[in-house]
């Protein structure tokens, strides 16, 4: 499960990935040692259309589209195990998932070189995960899950149409207040953790059920929200990373790069959205 920003990514990735192509991979060609081409030659070379990105090996947007299609969908199977073929397992395949998906999320994260087996087997423990916590969930609280769902997807195209119109952009500064709100969310999911772990909070959500300011709004309603802002401008880096590595020429190996990232973050936002809702209807 990812509980903080998105390592997968950053444009530095995918530059020296396409910094490290051979000029081949341009659609180039050395004639290094070879006679003089005639004129014939030469206009049938310069009249050919230029080759594009698929003809030399690059990344391109169709790529990343149908890696992360075949990423979700493999998430969408792992979950259905404990939702459909085994749910009194739920519990059992929710702790699985949550331990194997955290490792496995690290091991493709500090690859150098993406290894689709790792991304697809990442995107199964995830789905277990998922799809146990979702069952437990919609035990209680009935519609949840059809909630959450719902407000990943609207996050998810608000972000993106947001993103392709040039008005939200991972700058500098903003990434610095990424940085900072990230560590601050980082270091809160420990304490919280921590103080579950030990008993010394016996709340099912720990710190976050705690009131806020006397205003009678539970204190994980705000971290929530802001989580969710944070995993929504996750999405605008890997955006802005891809858009980056399809620009400049990152090899087309890449693209499970790109497609990891976007579920790790997926993942993310469905999670907190679950927790979110779970907290709001907490009294029922």
Known sequence: ?????????????????????????????????????????????????????????????????????????????????????????????????????????????????????????????????????????????????????????????????????????ATPKAMKFFMIAMLSYLAFSLINLGLMAFNLNDDPWGLRSADFLGTGIPFGVIIGILAIGLAAFSLIIDFTSIDEGVKHGAPQRYSWTAAFGLTVTLVWLYVEFLRLLAILRGDE
């Open 1 to 169: 499960m990812a509980i903080g920003g998105n390592p997968v990514f950053n444009g530095k990735t995918f530059r020296s990935a396409a910094r490290g192509t051979s000029p081949a991979a341009y659609g180039t060609t050395t004639f290094a040692g070879q006679s003089a081409l005639n004129q014939q030659q030469l206009e049938h070379m310069y009249n050919r259309p230029a080759a594009g990105p698929a003809e030399t090996g690059r990344m391109t947007y169709d790529d990343v589209i149908v890696k992360t299609i075949l990423s979700i969908a493999v998430v969408l199977v792992g979950a259905a195990i404990p939702v459909f073929l085994v749910p009194g397992l739920a519990p059992v395949l929710m702790i699985v998932g949550l331990i194997g998906g955290f490792v496995l999320g690290l091991v493709n994260s500090f690859k150098r070189e993406p290894v689709p087996a790792l991304i697809l087997a990442y995107s199964a423990l995830e789905g277990l995960f998922l799809g146990g916590i979702t069952m437990i969930l919609e035990a209680r609280f009935e519609g949840i899950a059809f909630q959450a769902l719902l407000g990943t997807l609207t996050v998810f195209g608000v972000t993106l149409a947001l993103f392709k119109s040039g008005k939200v952009r």
